[in-house]
């Protein structure tokens, strides 16, 4: 099954201004594929084929010139000083779209892009599908409890892969490969153990001390640890929005996942009637409003501009996006019937914003989208791209 995907045109469009394209996301979201179904005609190498990675490491002129043409490189941070080679070739070239660069690990092929490509590539993040992009391929309506459980992975879809056989697979190869090589190799069941600590802390904000005393680690340890989380994909940071409103605000990011099947995965559960009866199912519910938009954002080619906002005071704000005009409020209720008092929060930064240009949304479990008469916006949880 090809799911069409959103990033497709960005990607197009970036092959027509830049030498060199760089898509990464995480494992398993559909990079390969995508980039297969857009460039037919390319040539494709996958350097976790180590036949092909000993080609390019110990004669890097020669493997470059047997794909002189057009190119697509997975994985390419495993071979590192490939990319300056790379330079010497598009700068003479000035061939647009000529190689495509896609990989899993965002630190290390971050690095070398900076190192030796700096201005000669255009970079896109592709992650798991977000919600609108099944709409039309999803026959069965799930449940919310059903999405949060399942995930978004495509091998879930094209495969039909159970949750509870996909997940501690994907887990297990993202230890063994994308982790291996940046903590201490003794240290891997203690960073399983930290991965499942963080999706219990989901919408949470980050309390950098308490991670490091319930693992038993040193404070610089968990910030590694949640650095590497974030740059190979599986976790997010949103961080606390800082103008207006004139009151002392929190300045720790919240910590979220981009994909609920694999928090539900790494909470133990084992079949959505879990998710039914979960205490914190309303912070399951707040992940996938946001990391949704996040993707939505990430597939439309351009970075999420997106902020929480909380006072010491416990006055908060779910979700908001910052324009250069003006700006979106987003509040996130779990529950599918409205009643008066969801909206007393918002009513409140309503009156406190009524000389700024604000627009103010309220997403939340039900089916029902419209706006209400105070200006509202109330969006279904299936309706998030309203956002």
């Known amino acids: 099954m090809i799911v069409p995907r959103q990033i497709t045109p960005h990607v197009r469009e970036?092959?027509?201004?830049?030498p060199i394209i760089s898509l990464t996301g995480p494992r398993q979201a559909g990079k390969t594929t995508l980039l297969r179904s857009l460039f037919p005609d390319y040539q494709y190498v996958s350097f976790e084929n180590p036949n092909s990675r000993n080609k390019a490491e110990s004669d890097p002129i020669a493997f470059l010139k047997e794909y002189s043409g057009k190119a697509i490189f997975d994985e390419a941070q495993l071979v590192p000083h490939l990319f300056s080679y790379l330079q010497g070739i598009v700068d003479e070239n000035k061939q647009m779209g000529q190689y495509v660069l896609s990989g899993s690990q965002n630190f290390l092929l971050h690095k070398r892009i900076t190192q030796s490509l700096a201005g000669r590539v255009g970079i896109l993040r592709l992650f798991p599908f977000h919600y609108d992009e099944l709409n039309d391929v999803i026959q069965e309506k799930r449940s919310l409890e059903e999405v949060i459980y399942h995930g978004f992975y495509p091998s879930l879809f094209d495969r039909k892969i159970p949750p509870h056989l996909f997940y501690p697979n994907y887990i297990d190869t993202y230890l063994r490969r994308d982790i291996q090589d940046l903590i201490n190799p003794g240290n891997i069941t203690q960073f399983y153990k930290f991965l499942q600590l963080c999706a219990g802390h989901v919408g949470q904000i980050i309390n950098y001390s308490a991670l490091a005393n319930s693992m038993g680690i040193s404070l610089p340890?968990?910030?590694n640890w949640l650095s590497i989380l974030e740059q190979s994909y599986i976790i997010f940071q949103l961080v606390p929005y800082f103008k207006n409103f004139n009151k002392r605000v929190i300045k720790r990011p919240k910590l979220y996942f981009y994909d609920t099947?694999?928090?539900?995965?790494?909470?133990?559960?084992?079949?959505?009637?879990?998710?039914?009866?979960?205490y914190q199912k309303g912070a399951l519910f707040e992940n996938l409003v946001i990391s949704d938009i996040f993707k939505q954002d990430y597939h439309s080619g351009k970075r999420p501009n997106l902020y929480f906002w909380r006072d010491n005071h416990g006055d908060e704000i779910d979700l908001l996006r910052s324009n250069a005009n003006s700006i979106k409020l987003l509040e996130i209720k779990s529950t599918q019937t409205l009643m008066s008092h969801h909206f007393k929060g918002i009513a409140k930064f309503q009156r406190l914003l009524e000389n700024e240009s604000a627009e103010f949304y309220m997403a939340h479990g039900g089916e029902?989208?419209?706006?209400?008469?105070?200006?509202?916006?109330?969006?279904?949880?299936?309706?998030?791209?309203?956002?």
């Open 14 to 18: 970036l092959a027509k201004y830049f």
């Open 261 to 278: 099947g694999l928090v539900c995965n790494l909470l133990g559960m084992g079949d959505v009637k879990e998710v039914y009866n979960y």
């Open 221 to 223: 340890t968990v910030k």
């Open 368 to 387: 029902e989208t419209m706006t209400r008469s105070s200006g509202v916006k109330v969006i279904s949880w299936r309706d998030l791209s309203e956002f």
